[in-house]
């Protein structure tokens, strides 16, 4: 694998004090558009609303999608043939209607009736802005009205009908109205207790919509896109002040204004946006925070909304705005680019970009930021807020959010040679917290206030400890217990901890998840305390009660053991003391013996490295072989796997190993039970993949000195299970295993060799260097060095899962991908292998959780990727979801190649993968783009094969019974039609394009047989394939239209010939493909008879290019009869009318220029 410097990132600046709000990304929905096939170049999303539950998606092909915002499932989709969809909005008080409008200026309200499970109905339209662009929506919830504006000034209303009123709301004579005309486009409109609010291109007005009266804010005029918007001053919807209205003005400026209509203010935000703009904290990029001043802005504020808690957000297409207006200040601007659109529900963003994608923000404060991406796992994120926020977390009120021992796990989560600067700052950070003190205080208050009766003291540990004194226990009982609990206490004092494991994996859940029944009330306690977060001292208490237990059990289990076997254990032992030298002695023997052995592997390396540095050595295989293979033996010897029934003479190494296996500390219920050593080789698992130890049978659990069942007697126990070890003795001697990890001598298989990624002793970084060349060498020339292996030597497969750890992984998925074919077992030993290198991190979590998209924001977040780390996640995603996760991967090419991907994946899913690959691209550059994935020309016909056979339809619904052209068979859809197209259209070699030509007949993919027969110039055979689909449509191809006369008479003549042959039988619906649009084209109408392909067609056709004479003489040689239908001859007629006005305007114009010129020549 690469080994590169470590990257150090720059100091985080810090933000001023006055900054407190961050714009956070905290999911993802790519993979939303990507399901909905929002993502490609041929279907866009066009404009966005959303609500407590939905979240409404607009389409270019008149499509609303419905996404249920709890889960992010798609519920509903909403069609509309009126043109695509330009505004949405939905009803705030009733999350059960809906109002779109269209590009032809269609306004439609829909009701979804989710109550009652029905199915969404169309309940009211307006045709009242027919031509016009609908540029602005808003509701009048209380009364189920939806306003609309256009780009013509016209604002008007439609009620919504619905089932839910009675019959006499829902009778009104005039459910469309105009409301008013405005001089020019409507901007934006608002509604707010029976007020209306529009703001056009040069005013804003306010209606009062129940007295139909109307006024103008302000005096002064405007020239462009400003919008206006009311803004509540009091949470409650009912009582309070009324709202104030805010209108946006040129030069950054804003004026406040009453609910009448009168300008109390001006708002000046040109000087204040002169500060720097706060990064975004998304998982797509490092936030960047320059702390220098910017020249003052002067906007223009389009669109003003209500945001969160008295906030006023608006928008350019570089940078998002947010105001406290009733201060007058910038709570923070970030400059996001290529922004369209903006909903908000509260304190939560949807931005709709100008490239079709989306993003979902969320305004938060910096502890709230910190504490939701601890709770993701994003731990440089979180760790660049603290530092670019600390004023914000450095007060005592926020322990409640972001503990300090939250903040020293995060420290713990970074790598000192990845962000050593990142951890400085966070040290300094975590020095200036403050601890819960205050808080602590005045909730002891609080509880001595509230509690007269009882008394109470804090332990160390955070706990309370409540004394009652209300007679519910003697004043002895209450001083029993108060010694008691303070003699514990002082005995947990003497404990001293170091950090559990289990105590890391508990602080990455956050709190919620780590004390998911912290605000249930101890059953104890006469009412209800919330504990705060304390430091560490609960879990010491915790941890002390665990060992005193455990070491309690273990003195039961140690009287009731039988007497025979701890005597037994005792000689054992004695004579285990008796027999082994000196540990002193024996270190030094076998570091002595190990320096010697890693100094003979470095001379071996060093010697092969200088042969095979010979040109002759080099370019000739046998001798590279032969130095490789006299290398291996040294390697074998000194890091190889030690072999069933091996002694200590082998290496020095292997007794290491196993001196450090016997010197591993044993229960002392395992030394006195005497258990038999358990025979097995030292590359066999211990439980399957997970490392767990399998069940034992019965008789061995006997005999590891548990309880034997009633009625069995305990020496005869003792004697099956000396018989049972001894049969397992001789049958691990009597079976040798192989070091490829295949059957031995002819029996039945054996695991697999376990993969080694880690060395069985440390090497040094040189000689590891040096040896990863040469092993990667070898495994590159075992891949492809034949099927037959040569008695005695490792193969390729044995030598990668017993030297991973040596290996370039980067070279060996290059060498299994070209190999595969011959031998795929290595692919599968390569992926188990980054698989077990990479099981320690994060996203495997993540992963195993079974979210997609949060697993796909962890990938993205360990960018920049190394190729087989990423390799091993996506194997991971795919067992886990599928196709779902298939269809996602294309964001992570080039590193994840498809030649990956078809290894992975079902052919079905590795389609699908392809197709979004390809059309994640500009429609421009898909082509060139396809054609530098294939590598190889054999791929072009593999994929071309996979996509006519896949969701496509019936061959005997596009072929005859004698393998023709099927009637109209062209018009059947073909699921992945525009990847088939990409594919036919690349350059190929003539070969290669007849192979195609006839693939694509014999599946029936007649547009791509009709393609490359012009490409291959069988245009015979293009006119025949024409005749039989029968559809003039198809020669308005400039490559398939005849080009000579002589070809208009083959074409005329096939024709013919296909007219007076019986019509075949129509295909048997499969209730999979229908023809798109061809069901209601019958022979006898006159638009069918146009598009049949007959001589009478084709010989009108022949005269708009070179006459009616003309063409009627092609048919006198084609021998056949000059008979026209009225319809023809009168077509004929007027061509030669035609013609001849042509031909005199020609005339003139020739007479007209030769006057002229002869006037000039005079």
């Not at 006023?312 to 705005?321: K, M, V």
């Not at 955070?462 to 002082?490: C, P």
């Not at 599968?828 to 980054?834: L, P």
Request: glycine letters at 6%.
């Amino acid at each position: 694998m690469s080994r590169g410097l470590p990257f150090t990132m720059p100091p985080v600046p810090v933000v001023p004090e006055g900054q407190s709000h961050v714009l956070a990304e905290f999911d993802c929905l790519d993979p939303l558009l990507s399901a909905l096939r929002l993502d490609s170049g041929r279907l866009k999303c066009t404009c966005l609303a959303v609500s407590k539950k939905w979240l409404g998606l607009g389409t270019s092909a008149g499509g609303l999608h419905l996404i249920q915002r709890e889960g992010w499932k798609q519920r509903l989709i909403l069609t509309h043939k009126e043109g695509s969809i330009i505004q949405v909005a939905c009803c705030p008080s009733d999350e059960d209607f809906i109002a779109v409008a269209t590009s032809q200026g269609l306004v439609a309200v829909w009701e979804l009736q989710l109550e009652r499970r029905g199915r969404p109905e169309r309940v009211s339209v307006s045709w009242e802005h027919r031509g016009q662009r609908v540029t602005a929506l808003c509701w009048d919830s209380g009364s189920l009205r939806v306003f609309a504006g256009d780009q013509g000034g016209k604002v008007s209303f439609l009620r919504a009908g619905s089932t839910k009123l009675s019959k006499a709301a829902t009778f009104v004579i005039f459910p469309v109205q105009t409301v008013t005309t405005v001089d020019s486009r409507v901007v934006q409109l608002g509604y707010q207790e029976g007020r209306l609010l529009v703001s056009s291109l040069s005013r804003c007005y306010l209606c009062d919509t129940e007295r139909e009266k109307f006024w103008r804010i302000g005096n002064k005029e405007r020239d462009g896109e400003y919008g206006a918007c009311f803004f509540p001053q009091s949470r409650s919807p009912a009582g309070g002040p009324p709202p104030l209205l805010y209108c946006a003005r040129p030069g950054s400026r804003i004026w406040e204004s009453s609910f009448s209509g009168e300008v109390l203010s001006t708002h000046q935000f040109k000087q204040l946006l002169a500060c720097p703009p706060l990064p975004l904290i998304s998982y797509r990029s490092e936030p960047q925070y320059v702390p220098a001043q910017r020249s003052s802005q002067s906007i223009a504020f389009s669109k003003l909304l209500y945001l969160g808690d008295q906030h006023l957000l608006t928008w350019t297409d570089s940078a998002i705005y947010i105001f406290r207006p009733q201060s007058g200040q910038v709570l923070l601007w970030s400059e996001i680019k290529d922004v369209v659109d903006i909903a908000v529900h509260r304190s939560e963003l949807f931005c709709l970009h100008g490239n079709g994608q989306m993003s979902h923000l969320s305004l938060v404060s910096a502890e709230r930021c910190v504490e939701r991406l601890l709770r993701r796992d994003s731990w440089v994120l979180a760790a660049s807020v603290c530092c670019m926020f600390p004023h914000a977390l450095v007060p005592s009120r926020t322990r409640k959010l972001v503990p300090i021992d939250r903040v020293e796990h995060l420290k713990t989560q970074l790598s000192p040679a990845s962000h050593p600067e990142l951890l400085r700052q966070l040290d300094e950070v975590i020095s200036r917290l403050e601890p819960l003190d205050s808080a602590s205080s005045s909730r002891r208050s609080s509880i001595s206030s509230h509690v007269s009766l009882e008394s109470f003291n804090v332990l160390d540990c955070g706990i309370y400890r409540v004394i009652s004194r209300r007679g519910s226990q003697s004043e002895e009982e209450t001083g029993s217990f108060i010694n008691q609990s303070a003699s514990e206490e002082d005995r947990l004092k003497e404990f001293a901890f170091g950090p559990e494991e289990d105590q890391g994996e508990q602080e990455a859940q956050g709190p919620e998840a780590e004390h998911p029944e912290a605000e249930r009330p101890e059953a104890g306690l006469p009412f209800h305390l919330n504990l705060p977060f304390g430091p560490n001292q609960p879990r010491i208490a915790l941890q002390a009660v665990k060992d005193s237990v455990s070491s309690f059990v273990k003195k039961i289990n140690t009287l009731q053991m039988n007497t025979d076997l701890w005597q037994r254990s005792e000689a054992q032992l004695e004579v285990l003391v008796a027999t082994s030298p000196s540990s002193e002695d024996m270190d030094h023997e076998v570091c002595t013996e190990t320096e010697n052995e890693l100094q003979e592997l470095r001379a071996a390396t060093e010697r092969a490295t200088l042969q095979i540095q010979d040109p002759f050595v080099l370019m000739d295989p046998a001798a590279l072989g032969d130095v490789l293979r006299e290398w291996l033996q040294v390697l074998e010897r000194v890091l190889g796997v030690e072999q069933p029934g091996s002694t200590s003479e082998d290496g020095p190494l292997k007794e290491v190993r196993t001196r450090e296996e016997r010197s591993k500390p044993q229960s002392l219920e395992q030394q006195q039970q005497g258990e038999p050593p358990l025979c097995s080789s030292s590359w066999e698992p211990i439980g399957p993949e997970t490392g767990e130890q399998p069940p034992l049978p019965e008789k061995e659990n006997q005999g590891r000195g548990l309880e034997p069942e009633s009625g069995v007697d305990p020496e005869s126990t003792e004697d099956e299970e000396e018989e049972n070890a001894g049969e397992r003795q001789e049958r691990c001697q009597s079976s040798p295993v192989p070091a490829g990890g295949g059957p031995a001598g002819g029996g039945e298989p054996v695991r697999p060799e376990p993969v080694r990624v880690q060395p069985p002793t440390p090497l040094p970084s040189d000689l590891l260097g040096d040896l990863t060349p040469l092993a990667t060498l070898y495994l590159e020339m075992s891949c492809f060095r034949g099927q037959g292996e040569e008695p005695g030597v490792l193969s390729a497969a044995g030598f990668l899962r017993r030297y991973f750890f040596l290996l370039d992984a980067e070279r060996v998925r290059r060498a299994c991908l070209l190999c595969h074919a011959e031998r795929p077992e290595m692919q599968r030993s390569f992926i188990e292998a980054v698989q077990e290198l990479t099981r320690s991190s994060k996203v495997v979590e993540v992963i195993q959780k079974g979210d997609l998209l949060k697993s796909l924001r962890g990938l993205r977040e360990l960018q920049p990727w190394s190729a087989p780390e990423l390799l091993a996640h996506t194997h991971r995603l795919y067992e886990r979801h599928g196709e779902a996760a298939v269809r996602s991967f294309s964001q992570f090419h080039p590193a994840v190649t498809p030649a990956d991907v078809a290894l992975m994946a079902q052919p079905p899913h590795f389609l699908a993968y392809l197709d979004n690959l390809v059309q994640s691209h500009a429609e421009e550059l898909r082509l060139s783009f396809l054609g530098s994935l294939l590598q190889s020309e054999s791929l072009r016909q593999d994929w071309l094969e996979l996509g006519l056979s896949h969701d496509a339809p019936q061959p005997s619904d596009t072929l005859t019974a004698d393998g023709q052209p099927r009637w109209h068979s062209h018009f059947f859809s073909w699921g992945y039609g525009r990847l088939l197209s990409l594919l036919i259209q690349l350059p190929a070699d003539l070969s290669s394009k007849e192979t195609m030509a006839e693939t694509c007949r014999s599946r029936g993919y007649w547009t791509g047989f009709l393609y490359l027969c012009c490409e291959l110039q069988q245009r015979t055979e293009a006119f025949s394939t024409i005749c039989r689909l029968d559809d003039m449509s198809l020669l308005e191809d400039p490559q398939v239209v005849p080009q000579t006369v002589q070809e208009w008479k083959v074409l005329i003549q096939l024709s013919q010939q296909c007219s007076t042959e019986p019509e075949p039988a129509p295909p048997t619906p499969n209730g999979t493909s229908t023809p798109n649009g061809t069901a209601t084209l019958v022979n006898g109408s006159a638009e069918g008879r146009r598009r049949q392909v007959t001589p009478e067609n084709l010989t009108l056709r022949l005269a708009q290019s070179v006459g009616p004479d003309r063409a009627l003489e092609v048919l006198e040689e084609c021998g056949l009869p000059l008979a026209l239908s009225p319809h023809s001859a009168l077509v004929c007629e007027l061509l030669r009318v035609a013609e001849k006005r042509q031909r005199a305007t020609i005339q003139t114009m020739l007479e007209r220029c030769d006057r002229f010129l002869w006037s000039q020549h005079a």
